[in-house]
Structure formats: C-alpha cells, structure tokens
C-alpha cells in the first residue's frame, strides 16, 4: 500500500494571461477575456499531496502542521491578495496560467519538503478549471 | 406561504479595496492586504432571489430563464474577467468592498425585474465571506 | 430569540414540464428542454425547517430522528428513484416545477409535524436553481 | 434595503448528548448514539451574521477581520479539539445540543459585538443537521 | 513531471437500469429502484482529464475553451434534459449505468480531443456514487 | 482503459492523538491540540475505490447497493459515534491518526471485497486535511 497525506489551502490573487510576443489580436484568439489588461483574479485552491511510509511512532507521513507551515511561508503568503504578473517572484518570468503556476508550486515545494516525497500539487482556478502535477515513476521532476 | 425562486450564477473580478480620503497608513489599517495596489480577485458568487406568486399556467414565479439573462446582461458579461475598480461601470464611484458590489448588483436587478420581485441579493466573495442585501418588508428600496 | 434546527435529505426523480393546455410551441417557450417529451430529472436536495421553543429536558427543538422519519416516510419513499408526472401522487394534478414541488412537501410535511412549526421548506433542482417556501408571518399556510 | 455581512468559520469539538435526570434508557431512546458514553464528536461549522448600516468611508457594515478575531478568541480557540461536555466553561451547564450550543454562542457573541448587530448564528453539526439562532424583530435577546 | 488539466460540466438526464434478457424479477434483484419503469434521473457531474506537455508559449497543455466546445458539443448537448434510454444515440444498445455511460464518454471525447490526450473521465451520479474511467499506461483504449 | 466505481459513506467518531511512550511534552509538540486528554472528533468522509472489468450483463464493475453494505456493515456501524481510542476493536492498539484510521478501513475492506478490487480509500479528516491509501501496482498490500 502507497499512504498519501493530503493538506488543503486557499489564496486569492489576481492575473492576465498575455504573451508580450503575441500582438493584440493574437493574444485575444488564445487567452480570451483572460488576457484584459486591467487584471481579474481567482480564489485558488491549492492541495499538496505527500506520498511516503508512515512513522510507527507518530502514525504519521508527515505532521500536517509542517505541510501547513510550508504552504503558508512559500505560496501562501507570497501570492494571496497580490498579483501574480507584478508581485509575485517565482512567476514574473512566465505567463500565470494555472498550468505555470502549479509547475511553479510544485518546484518550491518539493525543494522544500525534500526526499522526493511530493508526488501531486493540484490547483484550482474555479470549481470548474483545475491542474494537476505529478511526479512521474521512477524519476525526479 | 411565500415562494421564492433562487438563481446562481458565478464570475471572476480584480479589485482593490482604497479610499483616496484616507492616507496610505490609513488605508492599510482598514483594508489590510485588500489594498495592496496591484489588484487581487475573487471567483464572486451570486444569487439572486425571487419572491412572488406562482402563475398557474406555469407553475413559476419567474423563468429561470429569463433571471438567467437578466443576470447575465446586466452583472455577469459587465463584471466577469474585469477589474471592478477600473473597467465596470456601475461600481466606478465607490470602493468594491463586497458590501457595496452587492447593493449595487441590488439596484440594476431590481430595475430590470421590476414590480418589487427582487427580495435578496447574495455575494460571495470567498467560501468563508459573504453579503446579503435584503428588501426591508413594507417599503421600496 | 428564534430557533431553526433544519434537516437535509437528498432523493433523485425523473419529470417532464409540460401544460396540456398549451400547444407544442407554447410549451417549448414557456419550458425549452425541460419539456423533453420522453423525461429528464434531477438529483434534488430538501432541506426541512422547524421553528420552535428548545425543550429544557431534552435541548432540542424537534427531535432529528423524527424530522428525518418524516421526510423518509412522506416525501423520500414516494419520491426516489419515481417519475414525479406517473408515479407520485401528490404531483399528479399539478406541472412539476421546483415551485409546485416545494409547495406541495411543505403542505405534507406541515401536517404531518403539526402546530406550525414548519417555517420553511426548501428544495434544489441543481447547484444552480433552488426555491424557497416560507411560511408567512401570522397566519396558517 | 438591509445589508448582512456573514463570516463562516470552522472548528472541531467532542461531546455526548445525555441528560443525568434521565435514566439509561430514556437517554438512549432521546439522544439514541449520541449518547454513547466515551463521546464522539464533529467538524462544526458555525456563520455569524450582522446587519447594519454600511459605512459610507470603509463601503463595510463592521470589518471582517474584526468579526473574524470574535469568533476566534471568544469561540473557536475555547471549543477547537475541546469536549464540549468537559472542557468548555460556556457550555458546562447545558446539554450539548446543537440547538444549545448555537444558542450560547449567539449570547456570547452578542455581547461582544454589541448594539444589537448580530442577527443570525448558523451552526452546521454535520452537512445534514444544522440550528439557525435568529433575534427576533423588535426586541433583544 | 506529468501535467494534466481538468475541466467540468455538468448535464441531467433520465435513465432507467434494465436488462431485456432478465425477467423482471432478476432486474429488480440487480437494479433495485434504478429499474423503476417510467424512468427517473439524475444531474450528472463530468470531469475531463487531458495530460500532455505545457505549450511554451500559451502556458497551456490544451486551451480550455477548446475542450469546454468538444464537451458541449459531444456529451452535453445530446445528454442534457434527455432520456439516456430512449434519446440519445450513444447509448441506445446498452445500459445506462454510470460505468457504460462514463466509458462511452470517454471512447467519444478520446477520439475528438485525439492523439492520446486524453487520461481520464469522472462522472458523478450522485454525491455519493462516481465511476472513473482510466487510460491505462502505455496502450490504446 | 480502467474503470473504478466510488463510493462515499460518512461517520462521526471521537479521538485523541497520544502516543504512551511519549512523555506529555512530546505529545503535544507532536500531536498539538490533538492530544487534548478529553478527546474531541470529526465528521469523516470514506471514499471506497474498486476497480475491475465491468460485466456486460449488469454494466457494473460491482454493485453499488453491495459496496454500501460492506461500508456500512464494516466500517460505519462499529466507527459511527464511537470513540476511536476507546469503542472501535480494529483501532484498539494503534494510534488513530487519519493514515492509520484510512490504512485499517483498507485491510477490512479489502479483505471483505476480495480478489483484489479495492484499489484506494480515502479519508477525509476535516475539508483540509486528509489520507489516500492506494494499492501498489502488481502486488498485494
């Protein structure tokens, strides 16, 4: 059996999606409203799974309150009520899809979790939209 | 008994909560993280309610339908992926706390319903805050 | 003070909205796809409410034991997995819309939970579309 | 127009339904599992309400982040991971209903607020049983 | 890593569990009430899995509005307020339970969306019953 | 392509997170408020995963109404206003934090379903937090 703890959390941030090479129309064809030059923004939600043995003395994968602190340090407080193409550092070189923006989340935790033990970052944009990163078998990221 | 029929609908806005009057200092004890000048946003829930008699012929207060393009027209298509500060305007003169964002939506919907139908106008702005906005009993708006 | 303690059940049923006195062209305006000729339906939620004084022996309004009990008996039994237009009784003479439903529960369960301490009824018909009957103030239904 | 701003709040607690005036079989026959005596316990959700006037500086009826920390000192961090039965002075007289639980926490946020803003506690003990705490119109508490 | 983007949608239809080579009697031991013969119905809940890399320069693995068409096109618009037994060509020689309807969803989505994008289909009948439909590694459907 | 069928049960069941071989310090640095010596609870949500062929006959991969009874039977009737410390056999000698709660109700159920069908099984502690149990690929558990 594989044990994976699983911990929750929200932030809400604005962004427009925009690739400074595309012209005007270009951009309007592929990112739609989203691309507004004015800024809209989205309450995230943001699950961090962690795969790994369960410690026999703490009946454990890893103590939530640690999952949470990190969140807390390195997205949370980082990206809630800013805006991702302006404020946010781990984002100013990439368009704020919400591909982009997992891909991102997944790379800081993992660095700071360690040991390969995160194995899916999962982002919701809307109830509707959401992105998954896994780690594939058998090899780093 | 009363009858009402509620409507859902979802959009998605950058704001800024800022009061000119108030000096920076002042601005931040007030609003907190909610008025840092970038802009943030939410995925804004609305419900709109619908008191009335129900026709016979249809067994309905008011088409679904119909408060569904009420709502579409006048709130979603103007709000939707746009900055509430800078691109909508009916909220153009007043800071979008969610409050003021709900009585404003109030205003336009009970005009386009009419006949005093519009009992409650309700706003989420994250799963956590909302607004009701609610027809005092006996008298206008 | 007042207090509500509010019960939620769940039943799903196929229904077709459909006036015999309109022509096929009135009923597709007035009821579009919901008048489907061959039955749709819908997963509803019922959400029960019964006002009353806190008995001191037992801290409860009503029992929920007994508030499920009637649901289950009256309104789920009847309901679940039935066409609402063939099958239920209490809908054979009446255009199953959310709001004639509503109505009807609440005329059932009034009886059956006596001395008016049914305040409210309230049904969905998706995420989306919900009605609301309330007992009016000062009078019986 | 009346304006309600609503703060949804979270907290985990143990309890057992029990009355010691009863005898053993009466307990059971009231409260039926939950009188089982090694407690149980639930993920309460509690909403508090408060309808005012809005602030023409701050477009706000009363600051979230104020209402927030209420329920949190006068609340959350007394009954979170407590036993309600045991641990929680408010409600060591009472049985732990959630009619009386609702019912303690309106008075004590009431009082706390103050001039008569909180209008509406809600207090989910699962996502099927829930107690509203309504003031009735014209009058205190 | 693996990159994969989820959109969701949802539709109500009627249905009615059956299988002609059963006698009644065996149908009612296997279905239960799902075989009740004047149909009921649910509001079904689909979710779209696409895995594939993330385009540099849209930031996106499939553009979401591309996949909300080929839905709405494909599965929505023949499904929604339909009879799945009588109305709706892809599933009119087998048995409409959740598990025939999500893999024929899936055989007709994986060849819109084309070249092995598509990883996997959930569908929800109710809040408590889902059926997912896995691409397995390294093969075809 | 794989096809699973999920089901979802909930219960309400009391704890306390408390190693003995932890002096009292350790517990709390550990398990925090969870070590609370009065225990407190949640409301858990099960999410019961099995994967396998679907019959052509019944269109089913397993019965639903035979899944609910395994839960119901296994997991539900002896967890459901227990005390996990206390009342529940198959917790009696282990630490109930959610891994091992979710890794227990694996071992029942997978023994109960049998030929290897159960594939996952989820657990839900609180909206936040929550363990997966997953069946390795090509082996038992």
Redesign the interface.
Known sequence: ??????????F????R?F?P??DEKKNLE?????S?P??????YILEV?VTGP?DS?????M???AIKSVIEDEIVSKG????LN??VDFMSD???????L??RI?GILDQKIGTGLLSKVVLWE???????????KGGG?
């Open positions: 059996m594989k044990t994976t703890v699983i911990k929750r959390a929200t809400s941030a604005g962004h999606l690739n090479r595309f592929v990112f739609g409203a989203c507004n004015n800024y809209h923004g989205h309450n799974h369960v003395q703490t009946g454990m994968v103590n939530l309150k809630d009520h800013r805006n302006i404020d990439i368009i704020p899809t919400t591909e982009n997992a891909s997944f809307s109830d509707n939209n959401r992105v998954e990163i896994t780690r594939e990221i």
